[in-house]
DNA sequence: TATGAAAGACATCATGT
DNA sequence: ACATGATGTCTTTCATA
C-alpha cells in the first residue's frame, strides 16, 4: 500500500480543485515552505499517486441530456463468440463522440453512458444504434435528471 | 451557441492529455506566437470552455473494483414523499467515500457509482447500506468488468 | 485578433541545517 | 523536513499592426 500524510492529501485535495496553484499559492495556505511543497508534489508524482493532470470542460461544451445505457448479449452455444461480440460492440461504441464512456459488465453486458442535446435525440440514437444490434436480450435506459455527486464528470468526459 | 475553429480545439486537445503543457510548449507544437496560446487559452477560459484545471489521481488510490449500482424505490400515494426521499438517499449516498458518483435517474430512481477492494466487500456494502433502505422495490449491481471508454473516470472520482 | 519584445514571477536544483 | 540562493524558464503585459 501507500501512505500519504496530511500534507499529502491537503496538497492533492486543492489540486484537484485547482491544479493551477503555484507552489507559492499552496505553500502559503498550507503554512509550509516552497521546497517542502514541491519536494511532495514531485514524490506523488514518482509514486504515481498524481496520475496527471487535465481540463474540465464547460457548459459550452457539455451534452444538455445524458443517460446511462445497459445492454445485455444472448449467450450463444459457443462462448467465444461472446467476448468477441462484447468486444466489437465496445469499440463501435467507444469511437462515438456520443459516447462518453463505455465499460464491460459481467460477461455479457455492457454499461455505456451517453450525452445529446435533448433525451429524445437520445433515445433515437439508442434506438437505431443500439436496439439495431442483432443478438440483445436486454436494453434499459436510464436517464439522468441531476448528477448529486461527481458532477463534472461530464465535463470531464467530453470530447473536444 | 459557441464556436472554436481549429487552433482552439487543438490547444484543448493537447491540454486534456497534459494541462501542464507550458503556454511555450503549446506554442512550439503548435507553430504558433506564445502570446497568441497565451491569448487563446484566457478566452477559453473566459467563455467558460475550460471549466478548471485538476489532477487525475493514480493506481495507488484507486478502487480495484467498481460497479454500478440502481435503486428504484416505490413511489408512495404522497408524491411529495417521493422527491424527498431520493434526496434523502442520494444525499447520504454521496458523503460515503467509496461512492465515486451519484445521480438521480428518472423521478424514482437512482444511480450510483461505487468503488472497493473487491466486489465481495462492495456485494457487502450494498446489502449493508442500500438494501436496507426502505419502500425500495428495485436494487440492481452492474459489476464492471473493464473500463473501455473513459478508462480514467475513476482516477478522477477517487477521493483523497 | 495576432504578434514580438520586455518585465516580472515561478519552478527547479544545489547546498547546507 | 526545512531554509536559502542562484539559474533558467515561463507567464503576463503592453505596444503595435
Tied chains: 1, 2.
Excluded: C, W
Excluded at 504515481?48 to 461544451?61: A, C, F, K, N, W
Aim: without cysteine; hydrophobic residues 45%.
Amino acid at each position: 500500500m501507500i501512505q500519504l500524510d496530511d500534507l499529502d492529501r491537503a496538497i492533492l485535495k486543492l489540486l484537484k480543485q485547482d491544479a493551477r496553484l503555484t507552489i507559492s499559492e499552496l505553500a502559503e495556505r498550507l503554512n509550509r515552505p516552497e521546497s517542502t511543497i514541491h519536494f511532495r508534489i514531485k514524490k506523488l508524482i514518482e509514486k504515481g499517486v498524481i496520475d496527471r493532470y487535465t481540463i474540465i470542460l464547460g457548459e459550452p461544451l457539455k451534452p444538455k441530456s445524458v443517460v446511462a445505457v445497459y445492454i445485455e448479449t444472448e449467450i450463444p452455444v459457443i462462448e467465444d463468440f461472446l467476448e468477441k461480440y462484447i468486444n466489437h460492440i465496445t469499440k463501435t461504441l467507444s469511437m462515438l463522440p456520443n459516447v462518453l464512456a463505455v465499460a464491460k459488465s459481467g460477461r455479457n453486458g455492457i454499461m455505456a453512458l451517453i450525452g445529446g442535446e435533448t433525451e429524445e435525440q437520445i433515445e433515437k440514437f439508442v434506438d437505431d444504434t443500439i436496439r439495431t444490434l442483432p443478438s440483445l436480450r436486454r436494453v434499459e435506459v436510464f436517464p439522468f435528471t441531476s448528477i448529486v455527486k461527481g458532477k463534472d464528470v461530464i465535463g470531464f468526459l467530453v470530447d473536444v
